[in-house]
């Protein structure tokens, strides 16, 4: 454990964790997020919290995660075949290794269990995957045959899939076409010009709202690279709002966020065993709308 005396009123706790810890802006806000960071022996999770002089900081690693209904998930379809999940931001989609545990896996079988139905008998199997940062719809097979008709759909660019994000600066619509390789030259996933390299990536930019120095934009994907949507809208000159990766080519002035400003909001495919249409949608949650709402233009503003 760490602790600290604050000797100048203002500081942010994540910035003043960041000086402390000596530690990169990624980490400092994942300290506090995740229930590490208490002030004056309370608590503190939100970033952008003031302190004020005097105050004492402490750093304590091994404090669990506090409980977070919002941070369960909400099951949003589940038939004998598939299962979709309300995701999260900050939540995997699948574990990355045997040992993490609280992935969107996990929270479908803690829905399961809190409703009385078997948890651990029924397998999931892995259909698509939306980033860790990312919140919204996320769907699972529970059957082999399932899993093999929606990766077909997958496959043929057939499963709708429309996200809604904001991106710094004035976003233009239009369409997006690119080659992306895992390591553009600098450790970066990113497009390539060389014809003969990467996978074909397009992604469909439509404007939804102008907001103060950002852009709500609602995007489909006509195919579902890693970090596709994150990676187009850098590369023109727009990464998302609460971008840690793709924005070190960035010079325009930087919005700070609690979260990556990222929302799988729409999910539509042909159920891979009855031929229905299945249609969902999630609206972003209270900590992306508190975001938008922020940045919004309000009369007389």
């Known amino acids: 454990m760490s602790d600290w005396i604050v000797d100048r009123a203002g500081v942010t706790v994540s910035a003043f964790v960041k000086e402390r810890a000596d530690v990169p802006w990624t980490v400092a806000k994942r300290h506090v997020t995740s229930g590490k960071v208490f002030v004056d022996g309370e608590r503190v999770t939100a970033i952008d919290a003031r302190l004020a002089a005097g105050q004492r900081v402490e750093l304590r690693m091994a404090a669990p995660r506090p409980h977070d209904p919002a941070r369960e998930g909400v099951l949003v379809y589940d038939d004998p075949h598939v299962v979709v999940i309300d995701k999260p931001a900050g939540v995997s989609s699948v574990p990355y290794d045997e040992r993490e545990t609280g992935t969107a896996m996990d929270l479908v079988r803690g829905a399961w269990r809190r409703m009385g139905k078997p948890a651990t008998t029924v397998p999931l199997h892995v259909v698509h995957r939306i980033d860790r940062a990312t919140s919204g719809l996320l769907a699972f097979a529970k059957s082999k045959r399932a899993e093999i008709g929606l990766a077909a759909q997958l496959r043929a660019h057939e499963m709708e899939r429309v996200y809604v994000c904001v991106a710094h600066g004035e976003v233009r619509p239009g369409t997006i076409e690119s080659q992306l390789v895992p390591d553009r030259g600098d450790g970066l996933r990113g497009s390539t010009s060389d014809p003969e390299r990467g996978k074909r990536a397009v992604t ?53 966020s609690p979260r990556l400003m990222l929302h799988a909001a729409t999910l539509g495919f042909v159920h891979p065993i009855t031929g229905e249409r299945v249609a969902l949608a999630s609206e972003p949650p209270a900590d992306f709308a508190a975001v938008v709402a922020r940045l919004a233009y309000t009369k007389g503003a």
């Open 204 to 256: 469909h930019v439509a404007v939804r709202e102008p907001l103060r120095g950002a852009t709500l934009c609602e995007v489909r994907l006509e195919t579902g690279r890693t970090h596709q949507i994150r990676i187009h809208l850098a590369e023109g000159g727009h990464p998302l709002v609460g971008e840690t990766v793709y924005i070190r080519d960035y010079r325009g002035p930087v919005i700070e």
